[in-house]
């Protein structure tokens, strides 16, 4: 099992329309069946860039197609390169948890990382 990642292509980049992958979704805990008409915005950055926060958009087209969009990811990135989240440790909110504040971090390469697992697997086998 990989981690939930995309891989960018010339539509993604050049028309800011992504398909929001059912395993995209489940890490950023968004149930498509209860998605409506208003987008869900949740917070991300940019890795080490030294750039502001974006806004990662994840909506429903009038055809009911589960769609995402990262402001200044063609900045950024290029075709082919691959996209995957981690939660940060970094958490905001007022004296009310309530208001917490979850940020993403957004990682951009030209090669997937395993996941844990299979890198536990790989260390087993190989060495």
Avoid at 41 to 67: P, S
Avoid at 76 to 87: C, I, K, L, Q, S
Avoid at 114 to 126: A, C, G, K, P
Wanted: charged content about 30%.
């Amino acid at each position: 099992m990989t981690i939930p990642h995309i891989k960018l292509t010339d539509t993604m980049l050049n028309k800011y329309i992504i398909d929001a992958k059912k395993d995209v979704l489940d890490q950023f805990e968004i149930d498509p069946a209860f998605m409506g008409s208003d987008p869900l915005y949740f917070v991300g950055q940019y890795g080490h860039l030294n750039m502001d926060d974006v806004l990662i958009k994840f909506y429903k087209t009038a055809r009911g197609d589960n769609r995402m969009s990262i402001p200044k990811l063609r900045k950024v990135a290029e075709v082919g390169d691959y996209v995957w989240f981690t939660e940060c440790d970094d958490t905001e909110y007022d004296n009310d948890p309530s208001d917490l504040i979850v940020y993403y971090t957004i990682h951009i390469g030209k090669e997937l990382p395993f996941d844990e697992e299979q890198y536990v697997q790989l260390q087993e086998r190989f060495g």
